[in-house]
């Protein structure tokens, strides 16, 4: 039997603004995926028209990073792209690096109350396709607004998050991630593949993170990109592999296998987590940061993640990684281009109840308590 409500009854108005709600979710995945597609669209014009020799320029250092010409390339573009879209999601506030040392834009009528803000990161892993490396990623998340002024909205408000694939120029298929809340505000996740030339079909994908619950012949790594804190962030790994006891080999010699792969990307980090190649990835830079302060008694500069790249992490946490920052603690991060960020990322509660405890301790041991 099937039951048309109507509008008008009690029921039928619960039913409308949930259609509403789905509609409107939908909507904003939709232009995300569009806006992260445009992106993609203009880095492969330029890899395929021979501009990649001009990607290494440094043209800026602003709104939390340095800016490069790819950066320029694709930023200029996005203020554009966003105006055009419907009147609902507008106006709200672009954050975003490249945006002057603010980093934010308000888009849209001017004078109306702000309804939404927008925090991308257009190419979130710049040096894989400066280089031509490694996939890049499109990141971004869009929240209602929190006050007038949208102040206190943070990625935990964001009713959808994606993340797009950038490729190197050899690549020939790419993958999309995107994450809306449902008319009951749970989280729903989408996946697909597509292959870049010559087909629009689409690859249905599940991601499916690590149910190991060890890190033995696994990826796993605390990361450290660059000098100055690689001392600290290796004795943390191997603090973390002997207490779990992943040195006991079964024949009585002390070995371990643990795999190290530190992509330079934080939405890449996690897309490796969601799609189970890595079990673990500890961002903690800034108390990796402080540590060092500490024993060199003078302040220690670190370049750290912040906030846009963590745009996608509301995907990463509907595919069921544990994402938290560097104490344990639910992960959350304010629309904000200036902030340094700390995480971690856990394949899957049982490997976060065995390692967590390990890094507090290690933390507290340096002098860092939360």
């Not at 001017?110 to 991308?120: A, N, S, V, W, Y």
């Not at 008694?297 to 790249?309: I, Q």
Request: hydrophobic letters at 45%; charged letters at 20%.
């Amino acid at each position: 039997m099937r039951v048309i409500l109507s509008a008008a009854s009690p029921n039928g108005q619960a039913t409308a603004r949930i259609l509403k709600v789905h509609q409107m979710t939908q909507s904003i995945a939709t232009q995300l995926v569009l806006l992260g597609l445009a992106v993609r669209h203009r880095l492969r014009s330029s890899q395929l028209v021979g501009d990649m020799h001009r990607f290494q320029e440094a043209v800026a250092h602003e709104g939390g990073d340095t800016i490069f010409w790819i950066d320029r390339k694709v930023d200029e573009a996005i203020p554009d792209e966003v105006a055009a879209w419907p009147d609902c999601l507008l106006p709200l506030e672009l954050v975003m690096e490249g945006l002057g040392q603010s980093g934010c834009l308000r888009i849209g009528p001017p004078g109306e109350p702000l309804k939404h803000r927008l925090m991308i990161d257009p190419i979130d892993g710049t040096r894989n396709i400066m280089f031509d490396k490694r996939s890049g990623w499109f990141l971004a998340a869009l929240a209602p607004a929190q006050r007038a002024d949208g102040a206190a909205t943070t990625l935990r408000d964001a009713v959808a998050a994606v993340m797009v694939e950038l490729p190197v120029s050899k690549a020939g298929f790419v993958d999309s991630f995107i994450m809306r809340r449902g008319s009951d505000g749970r989280p729903v996740l989408a996946a697909n593949r597509t292959r870049l030339e010559g087909s629009n079909d689409h690859i249905l994908l599940t991601p499916s993170p690590s149910s190991a619950d060890n890190l033995v012949d696994g990826f796993a790594h605390v990361t450290n990109y660059f000098p100055g804190i690689k001392p600290l962030a290796a004795d943390l790994m191997e603090t973390i592999a002997d207490r779990l006891g992943s040195f006991n080999a079964s024949d009585g010699s002390r070995r371990c296998r643990i795999f190290d792969d530190q992509y330079i990307s934080t939405g890449g980090q996690m897309v490796e987590l969601m799609i189970g190649h890595d079990r673990m990835c500890l961002d903690i830079r800034p108390l990796l940061a402080r540590i060092a302060a500490q024993q060199a008694g003078r302040p220690y500069a670190v370049h750290a993640c912040h906030p846009y790249d963590l745009s996608g992490f509301p995907v990463a946490a509907a595919a069921g990684v544990i994402v938290t920052d560097g104490f344990g603690r639910p992960l959350d991060a304010p629309f904000d281009v200036h902030a340094d960020m700390h995480w971690c990322g856990y394949a899957n509660r049982s490997l976060f109840e065995k390692i967590n405890p390990i890094v507090q301790q290690w933390l507290a041991d340096h002098g860092i308590d939360g």
